[in-house]
């Protein structure tokens, strides 16, 4: 059985990621933060449908927490197969409002996160005969969304991240992919009024807001056999936004 860790799948895109990896036999381990009561209802919900799983709690910009995560895989699930760095937080507002500390969070949160989750993970990965990464970028990292420049920036790192770590660590056969999502349907955008929701909507090809389980699904491709020569790829999974 291949492992799976999902960071931040208590809810949204890692949510759907854990319910889509375990129904396809993979063991699936769902790592929180602060939603324990959703991490362990999904858990419950994955176990009820006959897939197997565990809720671990870790701040994925804290070293010691994803070190202690990264045993549990190891202990749990034998190892991991495929680390999907999903966990992230935004920031809506000027440039002048991002003062030091909300710069800092965003960075460690979005970029150090991949970071240190990746870095303890790289080990179990290359173990595996089958190893892949995903990380979860946007579509606002490769455009630039106003008011969003801390966010913006952290996402288009990613997909530097992403990139290079697919260069050198090709030659083990681990693949290094991202996701930059469009709009997508989840309690981060719950923000944004019926209006700015349009208009997005508007400027997007196929006119609508993507499910969390549209970026599951190419997470899954991503980790599938037929995409063992994907890697080093930015793929859009945004309705044609961009
Ligand atoms: P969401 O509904 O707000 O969920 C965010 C998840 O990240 C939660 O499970 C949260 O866990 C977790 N998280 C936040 N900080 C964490 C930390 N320090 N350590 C561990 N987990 C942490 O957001 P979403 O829309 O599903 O977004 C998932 C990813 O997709 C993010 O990286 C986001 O930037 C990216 N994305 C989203 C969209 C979109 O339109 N929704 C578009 C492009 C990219 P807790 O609740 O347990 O704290």
Same mark, same amino acid.
């Given at each position: 059985m291949k492992t799976v860790l999902i960071t931040g799948a208590s809810? &949204?895109?890692?949510?759907?990621c854990a319910e889509a990896f375990a129904a396809k036999g993979y063991f699936t381990v769902i790592n929180y933060n602060r939603s324990e009561e959703r991490a362990l209802s999904l858990s419950e919900k994955i @176990?009820?449908? &006959?897939? @197997?799983?565990?809720?671990?709690?870790?701040?994925?910009a804290d070293r010691e927490s994803v070190g202690r995560l990264v045993s549990l895989c190891r202990y749990h699930g034998g190892g991991i197969d495929v680390l999907i760095n999903n966990a992230g937080i935004d920031f809506y507002g000027t440039f002048e409002q991002t003062d030091p500390a909300v710069w800092d969070k965003i960075i460690q949160t979005n970029l150090t996160g991949v970071y240190n989750v990746t870095y303890a993970a790289l080990e179990e990965i290359k173990n595996s005969p089958c190893g892949r990464i995903i990380n979860v970028s946007s579509v606002w990292g490769t455009y630039g969304a106003s008011c969003e420049v801390a966010y913006s920036a952290s996402k288009a790192a990613v997909a530097g991240f992403t990139k290079a770590l697919a260069r050198e660590i090709g030659p083990s056969g681990v693949?290094?992919?991202?996701?930059?999502?469009?709009?997508?349907?989840t309690e981060m955008n719950a923000r944004f009024d019926e209006g700015a929701v349009r208009d997005v909507i508007y400027r997007t090809p196929l006119s609508r807001p993507g499910s969390p389980y549209d970026v599951a699904n190419a997470a899954l491709f991503l980790s599938s056999e037929e995409a063992s020569f994907v890697t080093g790829q930015v793929l859009g999974v945004? &309705?044609?936004?961009?």
């Open positions: 809810r &949204g895109i890692g949510a759907a @176990k009820a449908a &006959g897939g @197997k799983c565990i809720a671990v709690q870790a701040d994925v693949t290094v992919n991202c996701i930059a999502p469009g709009f997508i349907q945004d &309705g044609g936004f961009i």
